[in-house]
């Protein structure tokens, strides 16, 4: 079973991050965000530990200040 995570980010050049986490295996999604926070990503792994490494890549991005992710379950 899939683990989903929405990771919530913060950055001084919400375009450039973006564009560059869209390229990383993991991320389902990334978009730039007006407000706070500046974008949000949604990530997924096989297991936490492989979804904790996808954040784990974000978080080098440069230009990433910080994230807060909130990992999500499905629920019928």
């Known amino acids: 079973m899939k683990v989903w995570s929405y ?5 001084r050049e919400p375009r450039k ?3 560059a986490i869209r390229n990383i295996p993991g991320v ?3 978009d730039a ?5 500046d974008a949000i990503a949604i990530v ?3 297991d936490i530990r492989s979804m904790d490494a996808v954040i784990d890549r974000i978080v080098e ?4 200040l910080g994230t807060d992710s909130k990992v999500a379950r499905w629920i019928d």
């Open 17 to 19: 991050a973006v564009q």
């Open 44 to 46: 997924e792994g096989d």
């Open 28 to 30: 389902v999604k990334a």
């Open 7 to 11: 990771v919530f980010i913060t950055t």
């Open 33 to 37: 965000l007006l407000g706070t926070p």
């Open 61 to 64: 991005v440069p230009g990433i």
